[in-house]
């Protein structure tokens, strides 16, 4: 008997991304301001590790010290902290190197 690996995919795969410089990755959410050249700070919801399993309804997600300021003025994430982070979709990897350069580590 042949065992057919593939998992049903549902939308898992909408949990995927083409990233140019990576293959697919799992997605990654940050504000616009994150890039890997410059240190902007890095505040997350819930710490996260490389290759860590995550919840159906969780994503990686990461925002710079600025639009952690106006999240606090505000109290929390609304209209106009969003309209200032404007989150990005992003891939896993370049998550994970945006943190790595904010966080000072390599
Ligand atoms: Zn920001
Ligand atoms: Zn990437």
């Not at 049903?8 to 994150?34: I, T, W």
């Not at 919840?55 to 609304?78: H, L, P, S, Y």
């Not at 404007?86 to 990897?93: G, Q, R, V």
């Amino acid at each position: 008997m042949k065992n057919n690996e593939q998992e049903p995919v549902g939308n898992k795969e909408d949990k995927y991304v083409e990233c140019g410089e990576h293959q697919s990755m799992r997605r990654a959410f940050v504000c616009q301001h994150l890039n890997n050249k410059t240190v902007v700070g890095f505040e997350e919801p819930f710490e996260s590790v490389e290759n860590m399993e995550l919840d159906d309804e969780e994503d990686f997600q990461a925002w710079c010290f600025e639009c952690e300021k106006v999240r606090q003025i505000e109290g929390e994430w609304n209209d106009r902290s969003e309209a200032f982070a404007k989150i990005k979709l992003i891939c896993e990897k370049c998550f994970f190197e945006m943190k790595q350069l904010n966080l000072g580590h390599k």
